[in-house]
């Protein structure tokens, strides 16, 4: 006799959309428009947007574990509505907590009519800077896509004598952190605790720093500075070149190091970084008129670009 039983479909007939999966189908749509309305760089709107996909990308973790119990729990386990849920919240998750490219910004193409020089004195290594993700990890980051860190080395690479567990121990640590342009200053704060190294601070993300209001739109900010090392008030009118603090490692900072990024607004972290070139500095010994440092590979691999200014 034939076997004329039908065979069973991979996904049932009854294919209802649930609860979980209409939310995670909404979420995969909503990040689509977000990332859309990033990539035609709608200026400060851009930035805010930005702001909410990580906390979007972490939510789909809570839409996963849901719509995993439902799925257990109330066969059959195969659904097309399903598979298209889960679908669209792993690239929801993965696009949402892993920028893959740079901020796209409408400052990209941004010409300051100033002149920057580095905010450091004598020979220092570059550990992040220039316009690539790959040697600069505040690329993802809107206000510092164009920033720079700064730290020193010694003849063998080493950044720290002894075992680099004190910050004094850092060949940076205490150095004088300079005005890198002319301005007013309109925003500080020196009270913050230096982190012990490998430590980072949760009370604040850039620590004891100082901004600059250099233009109408161009606010340098300097920051991880060391606690109590700031020597200007708010007000306080700064030339290129004048001593404005100590390096430090405050806030957000696994290490000592000289943070710098200039942004379009006095506002952080709802600003638009700016591509700031510095002028006639030494990168590697060589003369560079208006360039970007580049940044190092890694945070523990020193390969960046060695830079002094050249006056």
Not at 8 to 23: G, H, L, N, Q, R
Not at 85 to 110: H, K, N, R, S
């Amino acid at each position: 006799m034939t076997d004329e039983t039908p065979k069973k479909p991979v996904f049932s007939a009854e294919d209802p959309w649930e609860t979980w999966s209409k939310v995670a189908l909404g979420l995969t749509i909503l990040m689509a428009g977000m990332w859309t309305v990033v990539f035609l760089r709608l200026g400060i709107t851009s930035v805010k947007v930005l702001a909410w996909i990580p906390y979007l990308g972490a939510s789909t973790l809570v839409i996963l574990a849901w719509g995993l119990v439902r799925t257990l729990f109330n066969p059959p386990v195969l659904r097309r509505s399903r598979t298209i849920a889960f679908f669209g919240l792993l690239a929801a998750g993965f696009v949402g907590t892993e920028p893959l490219v740079p901020a796209p910004l409408a400052t990209e193409g941004y010409v300051t009519p100033l002149t920057y020089q580095l905010p450091v004195r004598g020979e220092w290594t570059t550990l992040a800077g220039g316009p690539d993700r790959d040697r600069n990890y505040h690329a993802t980051f809107p206000p510092a896509r164009w920033g720079y860190d700064f730290t020193k080395v010694d003849g063998d690479g080493k950044k720290f004598r002894l075992d680099g567990k004190k910050n004094t121990d850092w060949l940076c640590f205490g150095e004088p952190v300079f005005a890198p342009v002319d301005g007013k200053i309109v925003r500080l704060q020196n009270q913050h605790v230096d982190n012990h190294p490998g430590e980072i601070s949760p009370q604040s993300m850039v620590g004891n720093h100082i901004v600059i209001e250099a233009g109408p739109a161009e606010f340098a900010m300097l920051s991880h500075l060391k606690k109590s090392s700031i020597t200007v008030k708010l007000g306080d009118l700064v030339r290129r070149g004048d001593v404005l603090a100590a390096c430090g490692n405050s806030g957000q900072s696994p290490e000592p190091h000289v943070h710098m990024h200039v942004q379009d607004r006095v506002e952080f972290p709802i600003a638009q970084g700016l591509p700031i070139p510095f002028t006639s500095y030494l990168a590697n010994d060589k003369l560079v008129e208006v360039g970007m440092p580049r940044g190092s590979t890694m945070w523990d691999v020193v390969d960046g670009d060695m830079v002094a200014n050249a006056h």
